[in-house]
């Protein structure tokens, strides 16, 4: 990996608030999910500042030479200079980045639709444990008064002498 991607995922690790996604988990299973995502993605992120990030020791030739010898350490040490190691080439990264940015920018947008049902759900859901709290003192007027599509039914099948069988 070069520098600069080891940069740009060292950035983005900053930017993942695990904190604010394990709040939003509500089961059991998906908090486990979510854990074992969370030591993965840590694992890989210590491999790459350090494996990656590295730069090798440079090699006492000198020590070699008193140890080994002059004439076979001089060899390895031509040797090894000729050697070029080609720099790495990104050519992955600018193919699948807009298509990337197109997925975060559709995630942001599923992301805001979920909440916005999440809101309507929580209000239905308190609307519901509210009136099953009424409900042993309701009446049959408060009640039709909340639900008018169910007097109107029961009206019409009263007026059309329609009781059920």
Aim: charged fraction near 40%; proline fraction near 4%.
């Amino acid at each position: 990996m070069n520098g600069r991607g080891v940069k740009k995922a060292v950035e983005a690790a900053k930017t993942i608030d695990w904190e604010g996604m394990a709040r939003m988990i509500v089961s059991d299973e998906a908090r486990r999910e979510f854990n074992s995502l969370r030591s993965t993605f840590q694992e890989v992120d210590n491999t790459i500042r350090t494996k990656f990030c590295l730069e090798p020791e440079p090699i006492d030739w000198d020590r070699y030479r008193k140890s080994i010898g002059s004439r076979l350490v001089d060899m390895y040490k031509e040797a090894y200079e000729k050697v070029e190691i080609p720099k790495y080439v990104d050519t992955v990264t600018p193919e699948y980045q807009p298509k990337f940015d197109a997925l975060l920018v559709e995630l942001k947008k599923v992301e805001q639709n979920s909440l916005k049902e999440t809101e309507r759900l929580e209000k239905e859901i308190a609307s519901f444990k509210e009136e099953k709290e009424k409900l042993s003192t309701m009446t049959a007027d408060e009640y039709f008064a909340r639900h008018p599509d169910l007097k109107k039914k029961f009206d019409d099948e009263i007026r059309n002498d329609y009781w059920g069988y």
